[in-house]
């Protein structure tokens, strides 16, 4: 096959690669400056660096409880459990039981205080603003 | 030291699938077909490795250093088989869809490699990224990553993974074997582990389209279809996330890729399939979506092949495919069995509230068009329709034989596409949510296939006789 068809068969395919090239350099140029990906506020950096800080008090412990005072499902709350899970591996989170020992995720030590004073928990450690180690006291 | 050690094992782990590859394959590479087999290699290899991680943490947990010496007994191993096999078998070299080998002349040789100069740009650039977020996104930290920390510390107790809050603790772990054997040369979790094997899905995958496109339609499509498979920003931001999805891609084109290697009208044996289906079975392992790829590649190669090489060629080539597929196939079962369970797609709700989904006319417009919109944002849509025009200018293939490839890939395509959209027609979850989460995804897995199948139907611009 040769003559006009040929041509324009060879133009369309240099058409097409120098368009592939500049949408290939375009998507690496937005990707560089846009770097965040689905998590846009960093979040889930943030709560890894958040429960990593456990890490050396949780040290021997086989399962440890969660609590928050956040939605439990598809909101923050579950999001937390799962970060946690990561940082804290291979410890096991029992989110769903009461367990002798737990840490608290709360949004402030206010909150904390405050479900310490009517819960049979005492608390361990403060860690940060509203997380803790917690200890069962009661049966 | 301990910083490299993982490094090396993974380059072992290729050169265990090296060994693979040339003891199965039926002739001696030369030229793309070379390179080929490197980037199958480190699919087939990590594939190996991966069941050998299971082997060690099942069985050989209690051994110190079990890892390495189940590493080095499948190195040496398939290096035996290898050079025990003999090389006097004479096959007709794979056919190429090239009318001629113009292709090799002039400036069209560099192609290729700068094709692969810019997978390796995009490759850096992934790498980079990914080092903002070190633990990769959320399915990284929350399915993958997490659970190769339970292989990695756990000892005989790694199956506490199953009583964790883990998302998926259904999922085949491929993957997670992989990062957790890579870590336990280094000794501890690291975060260069995970972006590593990341950057090497990206590198593997756009190293399969140029190669077999290279072998089989010539260097030009190889170098525009590598070009096009890079235009989706969700490919390359997948990878930065660090999601399995990329390594199921990987699997998917090399199976598919292998397959469309495959010449029965040469006296060809069956050895490539074994491959093609190994690399399917890894599919499976890495996700469940990579079951319903191991059907449809079966239900592909049976149709295409028997509409273009009859019934007995494809009964000869399909024992082939099984075989390949069924160490991976059978790890799977066993691991579903014993630890894994069923989806949750089918364990939460019965046949009734499936058949009451199945026929409700707003879930399926919900879900066609949520596949039409996702696909939009996947390929680039004014290119795909220059390759449309492309493609009728040149004309695509017309004997059978040519088409068995781009045949089954189709096929295949089109069977993960219904069941993904039967899937999320059933699904007991938000349909809305369930939809917004994973099709882009979903759809994504199948993407390099796509590319390789819609460069596979034109004939070569070699047929043009315009050298470039």
Same mark, same amino acid.
């Given at each position: 096959?040769?003559?006009?068809?040929?041509?324009?068969?060879?133009?369309?395919?240099?058409?097409?690669?120098?368009?592939?090239?500049?949408?290939?350099?375009?998507?690496?140029?937005?990707?560089?400056?846009?770097?965040?990906?689905?998590?846009?506020?960093?979040?889930?950096?943030?709560?890894?660096?958040?429960?990593?800080?456990?890490?050396?008090?949780?040290?021997?412990?086989?399962?440890?409880?969660?609590?928050?005072?956040?939605?439990?499902?598809?909101?923050?709350?579950?999001?937390?459990?799962?970060?946690?899970?990561?940082?804290?591996?291979?410890?096991?989170?029992?989110?769903?039981?009461?367990?002798?020992?737990?840490?608290?995720?709360?949004?402030?030590?206010?909150?904390?205080?405050?479900?310490?004073?009517?819960?049979?928990?005492?608390?361990?450690?403060?860690?940060?603003?509203?997380?803790?180690?917690?200890?069962?006291?009661?049966? | 030291?301990?910083?490299?050690?993982?490094?090396?094992?993974?380059?072992?782990?290729?050169?265990?699938?090296?060994?693979?590859?040339?003891?199965?394959?039926?002739?001696?590479?030369?030229?793309?077909?070379?390179?080929?087999?490197?980037?199958?290699?480190?699919?087939?290899?990590?594939?190996?490795?991966?069941?050998?991680?299971?082997?060690?943490?099942?069985?050989?947990?209690?051994?110190?250093?079990?890892?390495?010496?189940?590493?080095?007994?499948?190195?040496?191993?398939?290096?035996?088989?290898?050079?025990?096999?003999?090389?006097?078998?004479?096959?007709?070299?794979?056919?190429?869809?090239?009318?001629?080998?113009?292709?090799?002349?002039?400036?069209?040789?560099?192609?290729?490699?700068?094709?692969?100069?810019?997978?390796?740009?995009?490759?850096?650039?992934?790498?980079?990224?990914?080092?903002?977020?070190?633990?990769?996104?959320?399915?990284?930290?929350?399915?993958?990553?997490?659970?190769?920390?339970?292989?990695?510390?756990?000892? +005989?107790?790694?199956?506490?993974?199953? #009583? !964790?809050?883990?998302?998926?603790?259904?999922?085949?772990?491929? &993957?997670? %074997? $992989? =990062?957790?054997?890579?870590?336990?040369?280094?000794?501890?979790?690291?975060?260069?582990?995970?972006?590593?094997?990341?950057?090497?899905?990206?590198?593997?995958?756009?190293?399969?389209?140029?190669?077999?496109?290279?072998?089989?339609?010539?260097?030009?499509?190889?170098?525009?279809?590598?070009?096009?498979?890079?235009?989706?920003?969700?490919?390359?931001?997948?990878?930065?996330?660090?999601?399995?999805?990329?390594?199921?891609?990987?699997?998917?084109?090399?199976?598919?890729?292998?397959?469309?290697?495959?010449?029965?009208?040469?006296?060809?044996?069956?050895?490539?399939?074994?491959? +093609?289906?190994?690399?399917?079975?890894? #599919? !499976?392992?890495?996700?469940?979506?990579?079951?319903?790829?191991? &059907?449809? %590649? $079966? =239900?592909?190669?049976?149709?295409?092949?028997?509409?273009?090489?009859?019934?007995?060629?494809?009964?000869?080539?399909?024992?082939?495919?099984?075989?390949?597929?069924?160490?991976?196939?059978?790890?799977?079962?066993?691991?579903?069995?014993?630890?894994?369970?069923?989806?949750?797609?089918?364990?939460?709700?019965?046949?009734?509230?499936?058949?009451?989904?199945?026929?409700?006319?707003?879930?399926?417009?919900?879900?066609?068009?949520?596949?039409?919109?996702?696909?939009?944002?996947?390929?680039?849509?004014?290119?795909?329709?220059?390759?449309?025009?492309?493609?009728?200018?040149?004309?695509?293939?017309?004997?059978?034989?040519?088409?068995?490839?781009?045949?089954?890939?189709?096929?295949?395509?089109?069977?993960?596409?219904?069941?993904?959209?039967?899937?999320?027609?059933?699904?007991?979850?938000?349909?809305?949510?369930?939809?917004?989460?994973?099709?882009?995804?979903?759809?994504?897995?199948?993407?390099?296939?796509?590319?390789?199948?819609?460069?596979?139907?034109?004939?070569?611009?070699?047929?043009?006789?315009?050298?470039?």
């Amino acid at each position: 096959m040769q003559g006009p068809r040929a041509i324009a068969c060879l133009l369309l395919m240099s058409l097409m690669a120098l368009w592939s090239l500049l949408v290939v350099c375009d998507t690496l140029l937005v990707m560089t400056v846009d770097q965040d990906g689905p998590d846009k506020n960093h979040l889930t950096q943030k709560l890894g660096r958040r429960f990593g800080l456990l890490k050396d008090e949780l040290d021997g412990q086989h399962t440890v409880g969660f609590i928050t005072d956040q939605p439990r499902f598809y909101g923050q709350g579950n999001l937390d459990v799962m970060i946690a899970q990561y940082m804290l591996a291979p410890l096991v989170i029992d989110h769903q039981h009461d367990q002798p020992t737990s840490i608290t995720n709360f949004t402030s030590d206010e909150a904390l205080q405050r479900w310490l004073a009517s819960s049979d928990y005492s608390l361990q450690k403060r860690i940060a603003e509203g997380l803790a180690v917690v200890e069962r006291v009661g049966p | 030291m301990t910083v490299i050690l993982p490094f090396i094992a993974l380059a072992a782990n290729i050169f265990t699938g090296w060994c693979m590859v040339n003891w199965l394959w039926p002739r001696r590479a030369q030229g793309g077909e070379a390179w080929f087999i490197f980037f199958l290699s480190a699919c087939v290899g990590l594939g190996t490795g991966s069941l050998g991680s299971f082997i060690w943490r099942i069985a050989l947990w209690w051994l110190p250093l079990g890892f390495v010496l189940i590493d080095v007994a499948l190195l040496v191993i398939f290096a035996t088989l290898w050079r025990l096999r003999s090389r006097g078998e004479q096959v007709a070299p794979v056919n190429t869809n090239k009318a001629d080998d113009t292709s090799r002349r002039g400036a069209s040789k560099y192609l290729p490699v700068m094709a692969l100069g810019l997978a390796i740009v995009c490759a850096i650039t992934v790498f980079r990224i990914s080092q903002v977020h070190p633990h990769g996104q959320w399915d990284a930290q929350a399915i993958w990553n997490v659970k190769a920390k339970f292989l990695l510390y756990g000892q +005989a107790q790694w199956t506490n993974m199953f #009583a !964790a809050p883990v998302a998926r603790s259904d999922y085949p772990l491929l &993957l997670p %074997l $992989t =990062i957790a054997r890579l870590w336990s040369y280094q000794g501890y979790d690291s975060t260069i582990v995970p972006q590593v094997l990341t950057v090497t899905w990206l590198l593997a995958t756009t190293g399969l389209i140029v190669t077999s496109l290279s072998v089989l339609a010539g260097v030009r499509h190889a170098a525009l279809a590598t070009l096009i498979l890079l235009t989706s920003k969700l490919f390359l931001e997948l990878c930065s996330w660090q999601y399995a999805d990329t390594a199921m891609s990987m699997f998917i084109l090399a199976a598919l890729g292998t397959v469309a290697l495959w010449r029965p009208q040469y006296g060809q044996t069956g050895r490539l399939l074994i491959l +093609a289906g190994f690399c399917a079975g890894c #599919a !499976a392992w890495t996700k469940n979506e990579g079951l319903l790829f191991a &059907l449809a %590649l $079966t =239900i592909a190669f049976i149709v295409a092949t028997t509409f273009t090489h009859g019934g007995r060629t494809m009964g000869h080539g399909l024992k082939y495919l099984l075989l390949g597929m069924t160490p991976m196939i059978c790890l799977v079962v066993f691991f579903k069995l014993v630890w894994g369970g069923p989806s949750d797609l089918f364990s939460d709700q019965n046949l009734d509230q499936m058949l009451t989904h199945l026929i409700q006319p707003d879930r399926h417009r919900l879900v066609w068009k949520s596949m039409f919109d996702s696909l939009g944002r996947i390929l680039h849509v004014p290119l795909m329709l220059l390759t449309v025009l492309y493609t009728l200018l040149v004309g695509i293939h017309r004997t059978r034989a040519a088409l068995l490839a781009p045949a089954v890939a189709a096929i295949a395509t089109l069977v993960m596409v219904v069941g993904y959209a039967s899937i999320y027609l059933i699904t007991p979850h938000d349909l809305q949510w369930h939809l917004s989460t994973s099709n882009e995804r979903l759809l994504l897995q199948l993407w390099p296939g796509a590319v390789l199948m819609i460069f596979l139907l034109p004939k070569s611009p070699e047929s043009l006789r315009l050298v470039v």
